[in-house]
């Protein structure tokens, strides 16, 4: 395979900017349970179709639309499925770990000082925690919750897992190549 032309890496520069922007207007949208905050003037059925357009309809697309990205310039390095996954290691999975492990331990001293105890499970004692329990809400797989700790870390969980899992996806794919379209 080859490298991307300047041209590719161009345009996928330019798409992961509007992206990222739904992205965030979905994740706003989730937070205000609409879209945004409230309108100075009153709705009509074309803005809530706009607000629902973009929210939900180009917000929805953002995230496997990245993930396609990421599959794509995977497949495209000339480099070996462990050069690729070495260079992963250190673009994706060190930073998740660093950032999990600053979050989780500003976690701990925020409930140790009661200063988030409106925000924290009470059945979540940490003194009962076995290192299967830390090490479950590090991956985010407790049978309980499916996020990570950091919950929107799953983005990156889930991409470090499907680069592991490629060459066993491939493989099926060569094998059925419409299995994994439908």
Not at 26 to 42: I, Q, R, S
Not at 90 to 96: D, E, Q, R
Not at 130 to 157: A, E
């Amino acid at each position: 395979m080859t490298e991307i032309s300047e041209n590719t890496s161009k345009r996928i520069t330019s798409l992961r900017f509007l992206l990222m922007l739904f992205v965030m207007i979905k994740h706003n949208a989730l937070v205000n349970g609409l879209f945004m905050a409230e309108l100075p003037f009153d709705e009509s059925k074309a803005t809530t179709f706009i607000k629902e357009f973009f929210a939900n309809g180009l917000g929805e697309l953002a995230v496997p639309v990245f993930f396609i990205f990421s599959a794509y310039l995977f497949a495209m390095s000339e480099d070996t499925y462990f050069t690729k996954l070495r260079k992963r290691f250190y673009s994706i999975f060190v930073p998740y770990s660093i950032w999990t492990v600053f979050y989780f331990g500003a976690w701990i001293a925020l409930k140790k000082f009661s200063i988030i105890t409106g925000f924290v499970n009470p059945c979540m004692d940490l003194h009962e925690w076995t290192f299967r329990d830390y090490f479950l809400r590090f991956v985010g797989y407790n049978g309980i919750i499916h996020f990570p700790f950091v919950g929107s870390f799953w983005f990156l969980r889930d991409l470090m897992l499907l680069f592991l899992l490629s060459p066993v996806l491939l493989f099926f794919d060569k094998k059925n190549p419409f299995v994994f379209y439908f």
